[in-house]
């Protein structure tokens, strides 16, 4: 608990005054609306909230919608706090116009809105209609949510300053890690074993290339598929930041990590990442490796392994489901996943951790955050396994209980059910709140069944044993796992540089790899990424790191 102790102690300041839009009658019900015996609000209190439309997913039943649906009806029943949802463009950039439109005073604020980057964050807390929320974090937030926060203290700094908090995570935790998925029918037909270094990762690519390993007499596989098309390190799928990290450890393309010093220094320009650019040059020009990588996003460059092309790729467990139709390219095709490969000296390869699917930033005329934590952590019953949500939220709806058993799959409900409805896309959270994205497949594996977590996971041993294990794989390997250490507003001269930057990173690097510049162009892009803004940005980056520690 003192870790907690330290970060809130941090936090902690007088809240900050900021004007908004709350309306008369939510004042109104700020003031009457007091709990009862058992927890729940009179008269009903009502607080207003924004998603984005295209989360506004599943289907409703005739006459329901967004606001009118059993999800906020048992919110209301349970809490009396009702919940009134706003839609607001159709994706993440109509959504962020929206928002925009409000900091000019066209449009009013909802009490409660998610908020997904840093720059949006900023602009939200220069306007001055956001509240400060530390006191609220520190006499209503519950303890066992504030014990999750304290695992993840850099998902407040993008919504702190001047010592002030505006705003938290939305449901932090750790986003499961990525593990080398690969087509074991073609190491077995081969006589090979999976990589767990570069030398042998080079050995089987050349064998899933050269040695027809799908046994058809034909010149029409390859060994690695992955994305080009950002800063080489995709995040999620299709990822080839472990052939990076083999090299440079910590510092991977695209990420501020520290270094012996304890600065914060950007990993694209580390020398290690230099002999992996000379090493993916030799693998493309062989043909080793997926052709049009550099112009091909995530999604469709894992595409390439549910073709039957490539045989290895890299990316989260769920992505094995998503390359299963392999099977209809060819029907003997058997899919695993593996550890990532380890560095030269045995230490682990590194990968980007996300943490946080956005923020919530609270108006700053919104008096109920009492009431919002009650509702926050009745939400967090379904991670944890208790309450009301010991297995999911609503029966019937995200699980049912058939035979005395508790199932997932709508078609093996009593009666089967082809489009649900999702009760935990309407609440104020993107995606329903997790302890652990791993730690239960641990747990199913071990025999523990008790959550709803837990029983999920036990039945994709039973349903997809190969993802399963996936999962097991990240969680034994979670140290893999770094969050990028910079996660803040962009500093003045990324404003001014940034993008050329990044531009130039991603033509350098891909030029390398196609052929077309020699590896002393590397040398070249440190020299200008530094003069060019680079070294000003680090400056400043290090700056705002000596704030935050």
Same mark, same amino acid.
């Given at each position: 608990?003192?870790?907690?102790?330290?970060?809130?102690?941090?936090?902690?300041?007088?809240?900050?005054?900021?004007?908004?839009?709350?309306?008369? =009658?939510?004042?109104?019900?700020?003031?009457?609306?007091?709990?009862?015996?058992?927890?729940?609000?009179?008269?009903?209190?009502?607080?207003?909230?924004?998603?984005?439309?295209?989360?506004?997913?599943?289907?409703?039943?005739?006459? =329901?919608?967004?606001?009118k649906n059993p999800m906020v009806e048992l919110t209301e029943e349970k809490l009396g706090i009702k919940m009134e949802t706003t839609l607001l463009g159709g994706d993440a950039g109509n959504y962020d116009t929206k928002l925009r439109l409000a900091l000019t005073g066209s449009e009013e604020l909802p009490d409660v809105f998610p908020v997904y980057g840093t720059q949006m964050i900023a602009d939200m807390i220069e306007s001055g209609r956001v509240k400060a929320i530390d006191e609220d974090i520190e006499k209503y937030m519950p303890e066992r949510l504030k014990e999750i926060y304290d695992k993840y203290p850099e998902t407040f700094y993008p919504?702190?300053?001047?010592?002030?908090?505006?705003?938290?995570?939305?449901?932090?935790?750790?986003?499961?890690?990525?593990?080398?998925?690969?087509?074991? =029918?073609w190491l077995d037909n081969l006589g090979l074993k999976a990589p767990t270094n570069l030398e042998e990762f080079e050995a089987v690519i050349k064998a899933f290339t050269e040695d027809d390993p799908d046994g058809n007499g034909k010149k029409d596989t390859y060994g690695f598929?992955?994305?080009?098309?950002?800063?080489?390190?995709?995040?999620?799928?299709?990822?080839?930041?472990?052939?990076?990290?083999?090299?440079?450890?910590?510092h991977i393309p695209g990420s501020w990590q520290e270094d012996e010093n304890g600065n914060l220094v950007y990993g694209s320009i580390d020398e290690g990442n230099r002999k992996t650019l000379e090493l993916l040059a030799k693998w493309h020009a062989n043909g080793w490796t997926f052709q049009e990588a550099a112009a091909t996003g995530a999604w469709d460059a894992m595409g390439q392994f549910t073709e039957g092309k490539a045989g290895i790729f890299i990316g989260r467990p769920w992505a094995v489901g998503s390359v299963r139709d392999v099977t209809s390219v060819d029907p003997n095709a058997v899919i695993a996943c593996y550890p990532n490969i380890k560095?030269?000296?045995?230490?682990?390869?590194?990968?980007?951790?996300?943490?946080?699917?956005?923020?919530?930033?609270?108006?700053?005329?919104?008096?109920?955050?009492?009431?919002?934590?009650?509702?926050?952590?009745?939400l967090y019953d379904v991670a944890f396994g208790t309450g009301d949500f010991q297995y999911g939220f609503m029966e019937d709806h995200d699980y049912d209980i058939v035979n005395g058993e508790v199932v997932f799959d709508t078609s093996k409900f009593d009666p089967a059910v082809t489009d649900p409805f999702l009760p935990g896309k309407s609440t104020v959270l993107k995606n329903t709140p997790m302890i652990d994205r791993m730690q239960e497949y641990a747990d199913a594996k071990a025999g523990k069944t008790e959550t709803g977590a837990q029983i999920r996971a036990a039945a994709d041993f039973e349903s997809a044993p190969d993802m399963a294990e996936g999962y097991v794989i990240a969680n034994d390997n979670r140290e893999e796992l770094i969050p990028n250490l910079y996660n803040a507003e962009p500093t003045p001269t990324m404003k001014k540089c940034w993008e050329q930057l990044q531009t130039m990173e991603a033509q350098v690097y891909?030029?390398?790899?196609?052929?077309?510049?020699?590896?002393?162009?590397?040398?070249?892009?440190?020299? =200008?990424?530094?003069?060019?803004?680079?070294?000003?940005?680090t400056q400043e980056v290090n700056e705002w790191y000596k704030t935050m520690k």
């Open positions: 608990m003192k870790k907690r102790r330290a970060i809130i102690a941090t936090l902690l300041t007088a809240s900050m005054l900021l004007a908004a839009c709350g309306s008369a =009658d939510q004042k109104k019900n700020s003031v009457q609306s007091t709990k009862n015996a058992d927890g729940k609000y009179e008269p009903t209190l009502t607080i207003t909230i924004a998603k984005q439309l295209d989360e506004n997913a599943g289907k409703y039943a005739e006459g =329901d919608d967004i606001n919504v702190m300053k001047d010592g002030k908090t505006y705003g938290i995570a939305c449901a932090p935790t750790l986003t499961e890690g990525q593990v080398m998925i690969i087509r074991q =029918d598929t992955y994305s080009g098309s950002g800063v080489y390190n995709t995040g999620w799928v299709s990822d080839p930041v472990a052939l990076f990290s083999a090299n440079s450890g910590k560095q030269d000296n045995g230490e682990c390869t590194y990968q980007s951790a996300q943490t946080t699917d956005g923020w919530l930033m609270f108006n700053k005329d919104f008096d109920n955050m009492e009431a919002f934590f009650t509702y926050y952590d009745w891909t030029n390398i790899i196609y052929g077309k510049e020699p590896i002393e162009s590397f040398d070249k892009f440190v020299e =200008d990424w530094k003069a060019q803004g680079g070294e000003q940005i």
